[in-house]
T-cell receptor, first 113, second 112 residues
């Protein structure tokens, strides 16, 4: 899986609580991404990073924030979890940006009750 | 302008048959068209990709056909096998800075 570890793999949390998902890579790739996957919606980009401390919003960024203090780690935070954020979250990395292959982690299944 | 429309949503093919999944895009500036394959419990993995300077790319049993004028591209899986049963996503992006936009996916089941 291209040296990508997502943690935790599964999480159940209550509405209103903050949640942080972690993505760790060992490939030293510059670009990192967070996607969410929902039935009928495919994969949608939440946030991405093009370097340490360089991040930008994706298509569905409301309610999420990210941080990247080291090349290898990209954190996704749900500031106050809602039921609509129940989803499978995938981290991905790439070497050269949008037109190079994305390598995905195995996902984090998040349930907000 | 940013959408990628994928069809069909699901597909059942007999072993040995040809699986065909279609995608259409709107943004004529897109210049990179990958297909990803996803097995249950795993993240998507790049299967094959094409750029608009060619009309077809083949890798083993997998072929992408690209029609620039129609703004369509398709994935053909020849001699489909039960191990090909997975969800397939088409995607598109522009090297100059457009995020990779995914289609909604096609669930392929190959019956033995």
């Amino acid at each position: 899986d291209a040296g990508i570890t997502q943690s935790p793999r599964h999480k159940v949390t209550e509405t209103g609580t903050p949640v942080t998902l972690r993505c760790h890579q060992t490939e030293n790739h510059r670009y990192m991404y967070w996607y969410r996957q929902d039935p009928g919606h495919g994969l949608r980009l939440i946030h991405y990073s093009y370097g340490v401390k360089d991040t930008d919003k994706g298509e569905v960024s409301d309610g999420y924030s990210v941080s990247r203090s080291k090349t290898e780690d990209f954190l996704l935070t749900l500031e106050s979890a809602t039921s609509s954020q129940t989803s499978v979250y995938f981290c991905a990395i790439s070497e050269q940006g949008w037109s190079s292959p994305l390598h995905f982690g195995n996902g984090t299944r998040l349930t907000v009750t | 302008q940013q959408q990628v429309k994928q069809s069909p949503q699901s597909l059942i093919v007999q072993k040995g048959g040809i699986s065909i999944i279609n995608c259409a895009y709107e943004n004529t500036a897109f210049d990179y068209f990958p297909w990803y394959q996803q097995f249950p419990g795993k993240g998507p993995a790049l299967l094959i990709a094409i750029r608009p300077d060619v009309s077809e790319k083949k890798e083993g049993r997998f072929t992408i056909s690209f029609n620039k004028s129609a703004k369509q591209f398709s994935l053909h899986i020849m001699d489909s096998q039960p191990g090909d049963s997975a969800t397939y996503f088409c995607a598109a992006s522009r090297q100059a800075g457009t995020a990779l936009i995914f289609g909604k996916g096609t669930t392929l089941s190959v019956s033995s």
